[in-house]
C-alpha cells in the first residue's frame, strides 16, 4: 500500500512524503485494512522498528483533524513519554479544520492534581500511572478523549500491569465508544487481548531487517536458520568477543547482562579492549563525550568509569545513573560513536536504541527467594528484538550463551525456537486491588460491592477469570478500608470518608497511609527530621528499600540504637530474619536519606553506601512525595502542629540541604551546589541577594551575568540594563561552564509544548 492510497488529509500525506516514505511496510498495510483509520480499535502485535508508530500517528492525527478528537498516549516510562513527546513533534505544523496548529504535551508527574491545562492540549503523552491518577481526580478533559494508544501493552503482565489493567477499564468505562489502539513487539495471546478490548487484531513476524537468532559456544555462533558463524578470537570474555566481532564488521552491540555490577565491569573492559582501534574524528569525539559526562553533576567513582568506558567507544546503561548521563549515552549510542553498550534489561523496554547484535550474556536473573532463575521467553524477545538497525544492517543478530552443547541445545528450544508467554493479570492480588478499590469508591466510579464487582468483571482479570477470587478479596479490602475509617457504609451505599478521599488522590497505598496517619497521632515522641524520615522508609510506597549489605550491619544496628527513642515504629524481631531484614533496610535507606539532607555529598554517598545517583534520585523523589502526603493527611487529620516540620523537612529532601540554606536553593536556577557557594560567599538570604550589587553575584563561581540577573529579578532587585549587558559580553562561555552543574531535572510536573 503507498502513501498516495491512505485515506488521511493531503497535508499529513505531504509530510509523509518529506520524511521518505512512500510505501507503508506490510504490518502498517495490515492495520489499515483492519480499519483502524476508520475508528475501529486494534491491537497490532509486530517487532521492534515495523512501524508501529507510524499507524499511532497516522490514526492520532486523523482523529484530530478530521473529526475534532483528542488524543491519548499511554507509556510505561517517563524516557519513554519524552522519546513520543518528540516523535510526535515531527507533525507539529499541521493544523486542525479552525486554522490552529496541532499541540502536544506529556505530563508524567505531580499525581495529586487534575493537570486541568492539559485540556488545551489535542495529544497528551503520559505514563500509566499519571493517567490512573488523573482518573482519580476526574479531569473533566478526559471525557473528550476519543482515541487511546496504549504503547508496550504486553507490561499488563508484569506487577505494575493492573494500573494499566484498570486505567484501560476505566477509560472504556468513561468513554464506551473510544477508539484503542494497543501496541506491542511481542503479545502470544493477541487474539484474547483484543476479545477484551472488543477489537481486530493483526499478528506479524515481519521486520524490516530481518532477525537471526542464535547460541554461540566457543568460537562459533549457531543461528535458527542453519547457518553458522565463526568468531575471531579478540576478547576473552564471550560477551564482548562477541560484539567486538560485531564491531570489525561495522556494526553496533548491545550486551545484556543480569546486574548493574556487571554492566559496570563489562563496559570497562569493552572500553579497554576497542581503544587505540578509532579514526581520530571519533576518538576526538569520544574524548568530547567523556568530558562532558565528567563535568555533568558531581564527581563519583561511578561518573569516572563510565567517562573513562565511553573514551574507549563502550559505556553501560542502568537505572543507577543519573538521568542526565542516561540521556549523553544515549544520544552518543544513536549517533554511533558508542559501538559497544552493556545494559541491564531494564533498558529492552526503555528507549529505542537498536544495535546490529544483541548479545544476551546471561539468561538468569537474581530472583529473591529462588536465586538465579531463568528469564522469561517474553523478556528474552524484547532484548533480542533490539538487534538490527533499519537502513544500517541487512540483518541483526541477537545471541546467547552457552557453556556446552547440552547447554547450546537446551537454549535453542526454550529460547530461540519457543514463542513468548501467555499475557495474564496480576490484577487478583491484594496488593494490586487495595488502592484501586478505594480510588473506585473516592473517584465516585462505584459506590456498592456490585458496582465495583461489575467494574473488576471489565478488565483483563475479568476476561480471563470468573469473579470468584476477586469477590474474596474485595470482601477483605472493604473491611480493612472501612476499620481503617477510609470508607463508610450507608445501608448498601459505600462512600469515602474525608480521609479515604484525600489517600485516594495522593496516590499512595491505603497501607502507606494508614504508616502515615498512625505515626502523626503519636503521642509523647519527640518529633525529628529521622522520625519522619524513618516513618516513611517504613511505608510500602517507599521503594527502593535500600537493604543492608556486607559489612554494613553493623553500622545499621548502632544507627538503631543511637536513635530508637526518636521512632514511632515498632521494629520486626531478629527471631523473623526476613522482616528483621526489611527493618534493617527501612534504617539504612533513612540513614541515606539523613546523609543527603545534611549535604553529603554525591561522591560520598557512593563511597559510603554504595548509593549511585539513580537509585539516590529514586529514593529522594519517593521520600519527597510521600512527606507531601504526610503533610496533607496532616491537615485532613487535624494535626497541624506537624505541618511545618514536614514543609522544611520536604524541600530539604527535594534539594539535599541543611535548613539554613533552604531560602536559596527555593530560589529558581540554584540548586544544592551553587546554594553552597553563594552561603560561603556571604549570601545567605534573600535580603543579601537583594541588596548585593549585580557585579558582585556575576564574580560568584557558578553564577554568571544570565542567572545574577534572574537571581535579582526573583528577590525583588534592581537590574540596571546596561550594567548587565555590559557584564554579558561572554554569555555563551559562561553558560557552557555553569550548564555542567544543572541539578539533576525535578521530575514533578513536565510540561513541554510546540
Known amino acids: 500500500?503507498?502513501?498516495?492510497?491512505?485515506?488521511?488529509?493531503?497535508?499529513?500525506?505531504?509530510?509523509?512524503?518529506?520524511?521518505?516514505?512512500?510505501?507503508?511496510?506490510?504490518?502498517?498495510?495490515?492495520?489499515?485494512?483492519?480499519?483502524?483509520?476508520?475508528?475501529?480499535?486494534?491491537?497490532?502485535?509486530?517487532?521492534?522498528?515495523?512501524?508501529k508508530t507510524l499507524v499511532a500517528e497516522l490514526c492520532a492525527f486523523k482523529h484530530i483533524i478530521e473529526r475534532g478528537g483528542k488524543v491519548l498516549y499511554l507509556v510505561p516510562l517517563r524516557a519513554l513519554a519524552s522519546e513520543k513527546y518528540e516523535e510526535f513533534q515531527a507533525y507539529s505544523k499541521l493544523t486542525k479544520r479552525d486554522g490552529r496548529k496541532i499541540r502536544v504535551g506529556v505530563s508524567t508527574g505531580d499525581l495529586d492534581s487534575r493537570t486541568s491545562w492539559l485540556g488545551d492540549y489535542d495529544i497528551v503523552v503520559t505514563t500509566n500511572e499519571k493517567c490512573d491518577s488523573l482518573l482519580r481526580h476526574r479531569s473533566p478533559w478526559m471525557e473528550a478523549v476519543s482515541l487511546v494508544i496504549v504503547d508496550e501493552v504486553h507490561l499488563i503482565g508484569n506487577d505494575r500491569g493492573p494500573t494499566l489493567e484498570v486505567a484501560i477499564a476505566r477509560l472504556r468505562q468513561l468513554m464506551p465508544d473510544l477508539q484503542i489502539l494497543a501496541l506491542s513487539a511481542t503479545i502470544r495471546n493477541a487474539d484474547e487481548v483484543a476479545e477484551w478490548l472488543n477489537a481486530e487484531w493483526i499478528e506479524t513476524d515481519w521486520r524490516p531487517v530481518p532477525l537471526l537468532e542464535g547460541v554461540a559456544l566457543n568460537d562459533r555462533i549457531i543461528f535458527n536458520d542453519g547457518s553458522i558463524k565463526g568468531l575471531k578470537p579478540l576478547n576473552r570474555l564471550d560477551p564482548i568477543n562477541i560484539a567486538m566481532n560485531s564491531?570489525?564488521?561495522?556494526?553496533?552491540?548491545?550486551?545484556?547482562?543480569?546486574?548493574?555490577?556487571?554492566?559496570?565491569?563489562?563496559?570497562?573492559?569493552?572500553?579497554?579492549?576497542?581503544?587505540?582501534?578509532?579514526?581520530?574524528?571519533?576518538?576526538?569525539k569520544l574524548q568530547e563525550i567523556s568530558s562532558n559526562i565528567s563535568a555533568r553533576g558531581e564527581k563519583t567513582r561511578l561518573s569516572d568509569d563510565l567517562a573513562s568506558a565511553v573514551a574507549g567507544g563502550a559505556?553501560?546503561?542502568?537505572?543507577?545513573?543519573?538521568?542526565?548521563?542516561?540521556r549523553i549515552i544515549e544520544t552518543a549510542f544513536k549517533e554511533g560513536w558508542i559501538k559497544i553498550l552493556s545494559a541491564t534489561p531494564t533498558l529492552a523496554a526503555g528507549v529505542n536504541l537498536p544495535a546490529r547484535t544483541a548479545v544476551i550474556a546471561s539468561y538468569r536473573r537474581f530472583t529473591p527467594g529462588y536465586g538465579m532463575y531463568p528469564i522469561s521467553v517474553l523478556e528474552y524477545k524484547q532484548m533480542s528484538g533490539r538487534a538490527g538497525r533499519p537502513q544500517y544492517d541487512d540483518a541483526g543478530e541477537a545471541v546467547l550463551i552457552a557453556s556446552s552443547s547440552d547447554e547450546q541445545d537446551a537454549l535453542m528450544e526454550n529460547y530461540v525456537a519457543a514463542k513468548p508467554e501467555r499475557l495474564f493479570?496480576?490484577?487478583?492480588?491484594?496488593?494490586?486491588?487495595?488502592?484501586?478499590?478505594?480510588?473506585?469508591?473516592?473517584?465516585?466510579?462505584?459506590?456498592?460491592?456490585?458496582?465495583?464487582?461489575?467494574f473488576f468483571g471489565q478488565t483483563f482479570y475479568g476476561y480471563h477469570y470468573p469473579m470468584g477470587n476477586i469477590k474474596l478479596i474485595l470482601a477483605g479490602i472493604l473491611s480493612y478500608l472501612r476499620r481503617e475509617d477510609m470508607i463508610q457504609y450507608k445501608g448498601d451505599y459505600i462512600y469515602a470518608t474525608d480521609f479515604g478521599r484525600r489517600v485516594s488522590e495522593l496516590y499512595i497505598d491505603p497501607l502507606s497511609a494508614v504508616v502515615l496517619r498512625?505515626?502523626?497521632?503519636?503521642?509523647?515522641?519527640?518529633?525529628?527530621?529521622?522520625?519522619?524520615?524513618?516513618?516513611?522508609?517504613?511505608?510500602?510506597?517507599?521503594?527502593?528499600?535500600?537493604?543492608?549489605?556486607?559489612?554494613?550491619?553493623?553500622?545499621?544496628?548502632?544507627?538503631?540504637?543511637?536513635?530508637?527513642?526518636?521512632?514511632?515504629?515498632?521494629?520486626?524481631?531478629?527471631?523473623?530474619?526476613?522482616?528483621?531484614?526489611?527493618?534493617l533496610g527501612e534504617l539504612r535507606t533513612t540513614m541515606i536519606l539523613k546523609a543527603w539532607i545534611d549535604e553529603t555529598s554525591e561522591n560520598d554517598l557512593f563511597e559510603k553506601y554504595r548509593v549511585a545517583p539513580g537509585d539516590r534520585y529514586s529514593a529522594v523523589h519517593n521520600a519527597d512525595w510521600l512527606l507531601y502526603a504526610a503533610y496533607e493527611l496532616a491537615r485532613v487529620l487535624g494535626t497541624d502542629e506537624h505541618r511545618g516540620h514536614l514543609r522544611r523537612l520536604r524541600d530539604r529532601v527535594r534539594y539535599g540541604v541543611t535548613e539554613k540554606l533552604l531560602p536559596l536553593v527555593r530560589l529558581q536556577g540554584i540548586g544544592r551546589v551553587r546554594a553552597k557557594v553563594l552561603y560561603n560567599s556571604g549570601f545567605k538570604s534573600a535580603a543579601s541577594l537583594k541588596a548585593a550589587p549585580l557585579a558582585r553575584l556575576v564574580e560568584i563561581p557558578l553564577i554568571g551575568p544570565r542567572l545574577a540577573k534572574t537571581i535579582k529579578e526573583q528577590v525583588g532587585g534592581l537590574v540596571d540594563q546596561e550594567e548587565w549587558k555590559r557584564l554579558d559580553t561572554d554569555t555563551s562561555e559562561q553558560r557552557s561552564i555553569t550548564d555542567f552543574f544543572e541539578e539533576e531535572p525535578r521530575e514533578t510536573e513536565e510540561t513541554q509544548e510546540e
Open 1 to 51: 500500500m503507498r502513501v498516495s492510497e491512505l485515506d488521511v488529509p493531503e497535508e499529513i500525506k505531504e509530510l509523509l512524503y518529506s520524511r521518505g516514505f512512500d510505501e507503508l511496510y506490510p504490518p502498517q498495510a495490515e492495520a489499515i485494512e483492519a480499519g483502524v483509520l476508520d475508528g475501529k480499535s486494534l491491537v497490532m502485535a509486530s517487532p521492534t522498528a515495523s512501524g
Open 247 to 284: 564491531v570489525l564488521d561495522g556494526g553496533q552491540s548491545l550486551i545484556f547482562v543480569e546486574s548493574r555490577r556487571r554492566a559496570q565491569s563489562v563496559a570497562r573492559e569493552a572500553g579497554n579492549a576497542l581503544r587505540g582501534s578509532h579514526r581520530k574524528r571519533a576518538e576526538v
Open 315 to 326: 559505556a553501560f546503561h542502568h537505572a543507577g545513573l543519573s538521568s542526565a548521563h542516561r
Open 425 to 454: 493479570s496480576r490484577l487478583a492480588q491484594e496488593a494490586a486491588i487495595r488502592g484501586h478499590t478505594l480510588a473506585a469508591i473516592a473517584s465516585d466510579y462505584a459506590h456498592s460491592e456490585p458496582g465495583l464487582i461489575d
Open 518 to 583: 498512625d505515626g502523626l497521632r503519636e503521642d509523647g515522641v519527640n518529633f525529628t527530621d529521622i522520625t519522619w524520615l524513618h516513618l516513611i522508609c517504613h511505608t510500602p510506597d517507599m521503594r527502593p528499600k535500600l537493604r543492608p549489605r556486607r559489612g554494613e550491619m553493623d553500622a545499621v544496628e548502632s544507627f538503631l540504637e543511637e536513635h530508637r527513642h526518636e521512632l514511632t515504629v515498632k521494629l520486626a524481631s531478629d527471631y523473623d530474619y526476613v522482616d528483621y531484614e526489611t527493618a
